[in-house]
């Protein structure tokens, strides 16, 4: 579902689309290619609130703005970041250039914030694809045996500490091209997945 700003008139693409998680990749991709800018919406209701309750759709945006992400609030109110089709696209080159290429992705972050939206982004912007695990990552094994060329996850260090000592996940892991870890610190030395 999306839902549409009021643009103010001579500038049509100035309102902001507030963009549920399933129309997140293809409206991701339509602003990235010049199209509206896009802001998606937590899906959990007070998130959500708090979200909206932030967002301006109806106001004029910065010029070049591709997306407003809304941050989790961990230090007060949430706010809006505003992201521009550039700075997405520059951080999506030096990640490929950094990993040796395009390749699907696995999304198992939030998609309405930051890492899990640059996980759409890359797919988006490499001609890729980009396919949901659960956040607990139960599903990986299959959700990675899915995914084409190289292979890439990007997860957080809870995530990842909880993974490493269930096999099945670590052999998961480990099958990837590589795994990026964000937003804290990464677990001890010596809980590195299996490379066999």
Not at 133 to 156: F, I, K, N
Request: charge should be neutral; hydrophobic fraction near 45%; proline fraction near 12%.
């Amino acid at each position: 579902m999306q839902h549409e700003g009021s643009a103010p008139p001579g500038r049509p693409d100035a309102g902001l689309r507030l963009v549920d998680a399933a129309d997140l990749p293809a409206a991701l991709a339509e602003a990235l290619a010049g199209g509206p800018a896009v802001a998606p919406l937590p899906p959990a209701p007070l998130e959500r609130q708090q979200a909206l309750a932030m967002l301006t759709p109806d106001e004029p945006l910065e010029p070049g703005t591709a997306v407003v992400v809304s941050t989790s609030g961990s230090t007060g109110r949430p706010k809006g970041v505003l992201l521009s089709a550039d700075a997405v696209a520059a951080s999506v080159r030096a990640t490929h250039e950094r990993l040796g290429g395009p390749g699907d992705w696995v999304l198992a972050l939030p998609a309405h914030y930051v890492a899990g939206l640059m996980v759409l982004a890359r797919a988006a912007l490499g001609g890729t694809r980009a396919l949901r695990a659960a956040p607990d990552l139960a599903d990986l094994p299959a959700v990675a045996s899915a995914t084409e060329g190289r292979r890439y996850l990007s997860l957080v260090p809870t995530q990842l500490a909880r993974a490493l000592p269930q096999p099945p996940l670590a052999r998961a892991l480990a099958a990837f091209d590589a795994v990026l870890v964000g937003g804290g610190v990464r677990p001890a030395s010596g809980s590195s997945p299996p490379t066999g």
